[in-house]
Nanobody, 128 residues
């Protein structure tokens, strides 16, 4: 069981960056796959996720309208397109797989303790 994340880096405020997360070793379609982030001195935050079929998505209020999650489900890979980046988006981003499905009550942050599959983090730094 593995999640392999990539795509972090340094970007200027207002810029864009794309993260990828490739999954293997489990049934992708039965999970919600997404991203948490952890910034120094801040609470961890569930940023976004998408069901393994692409049927549903979740976004934290802090990234709505700026971040877009998508997937190549034939390749068991998801992508996070981050636009209009702000300094407060600076964090280590962790790909995760949650056995829960996404409904109207889904809150990724609250799901943290139930998530069992994690990828290694990738650092996103937004700075001029």
């Amino acid at each position: 069981v593995q999640l392999q994340a990539s795509g972090g880096g340094l970007v200027q405020p207002g810029g864009s960056l794309r993260l990828s997360c490739a999954a293997s070793g489990f049934t992708f379609s039965t999970y919600a796959i997404g991203w948490f982030r952890q910034a120094p001195g801040k609470e961890r935050e569930g940023v976004t996720c998408i069901t393994g079929t692409g049927a549903s998505t979740y976004y934290a209020d802090s990234v709505k309208g700026r971040f877009t999650i998508s997937g190549d489900f034939a390749k068991n890979t998801i992508y996070l397109e981050m636009n209009s980046l702000k300094s407060e988006d600076t964090a280590v981003y962790y790909c995760y797989a949650d056995i829960s499905q996404i409904d109207s009550d889904y809150d990724a942050t609250l799901r943290y303790s139930d998530v069992k599959i994690w990828g290694k983090g990738t650092l996103v730094t937004v700075s001029s």
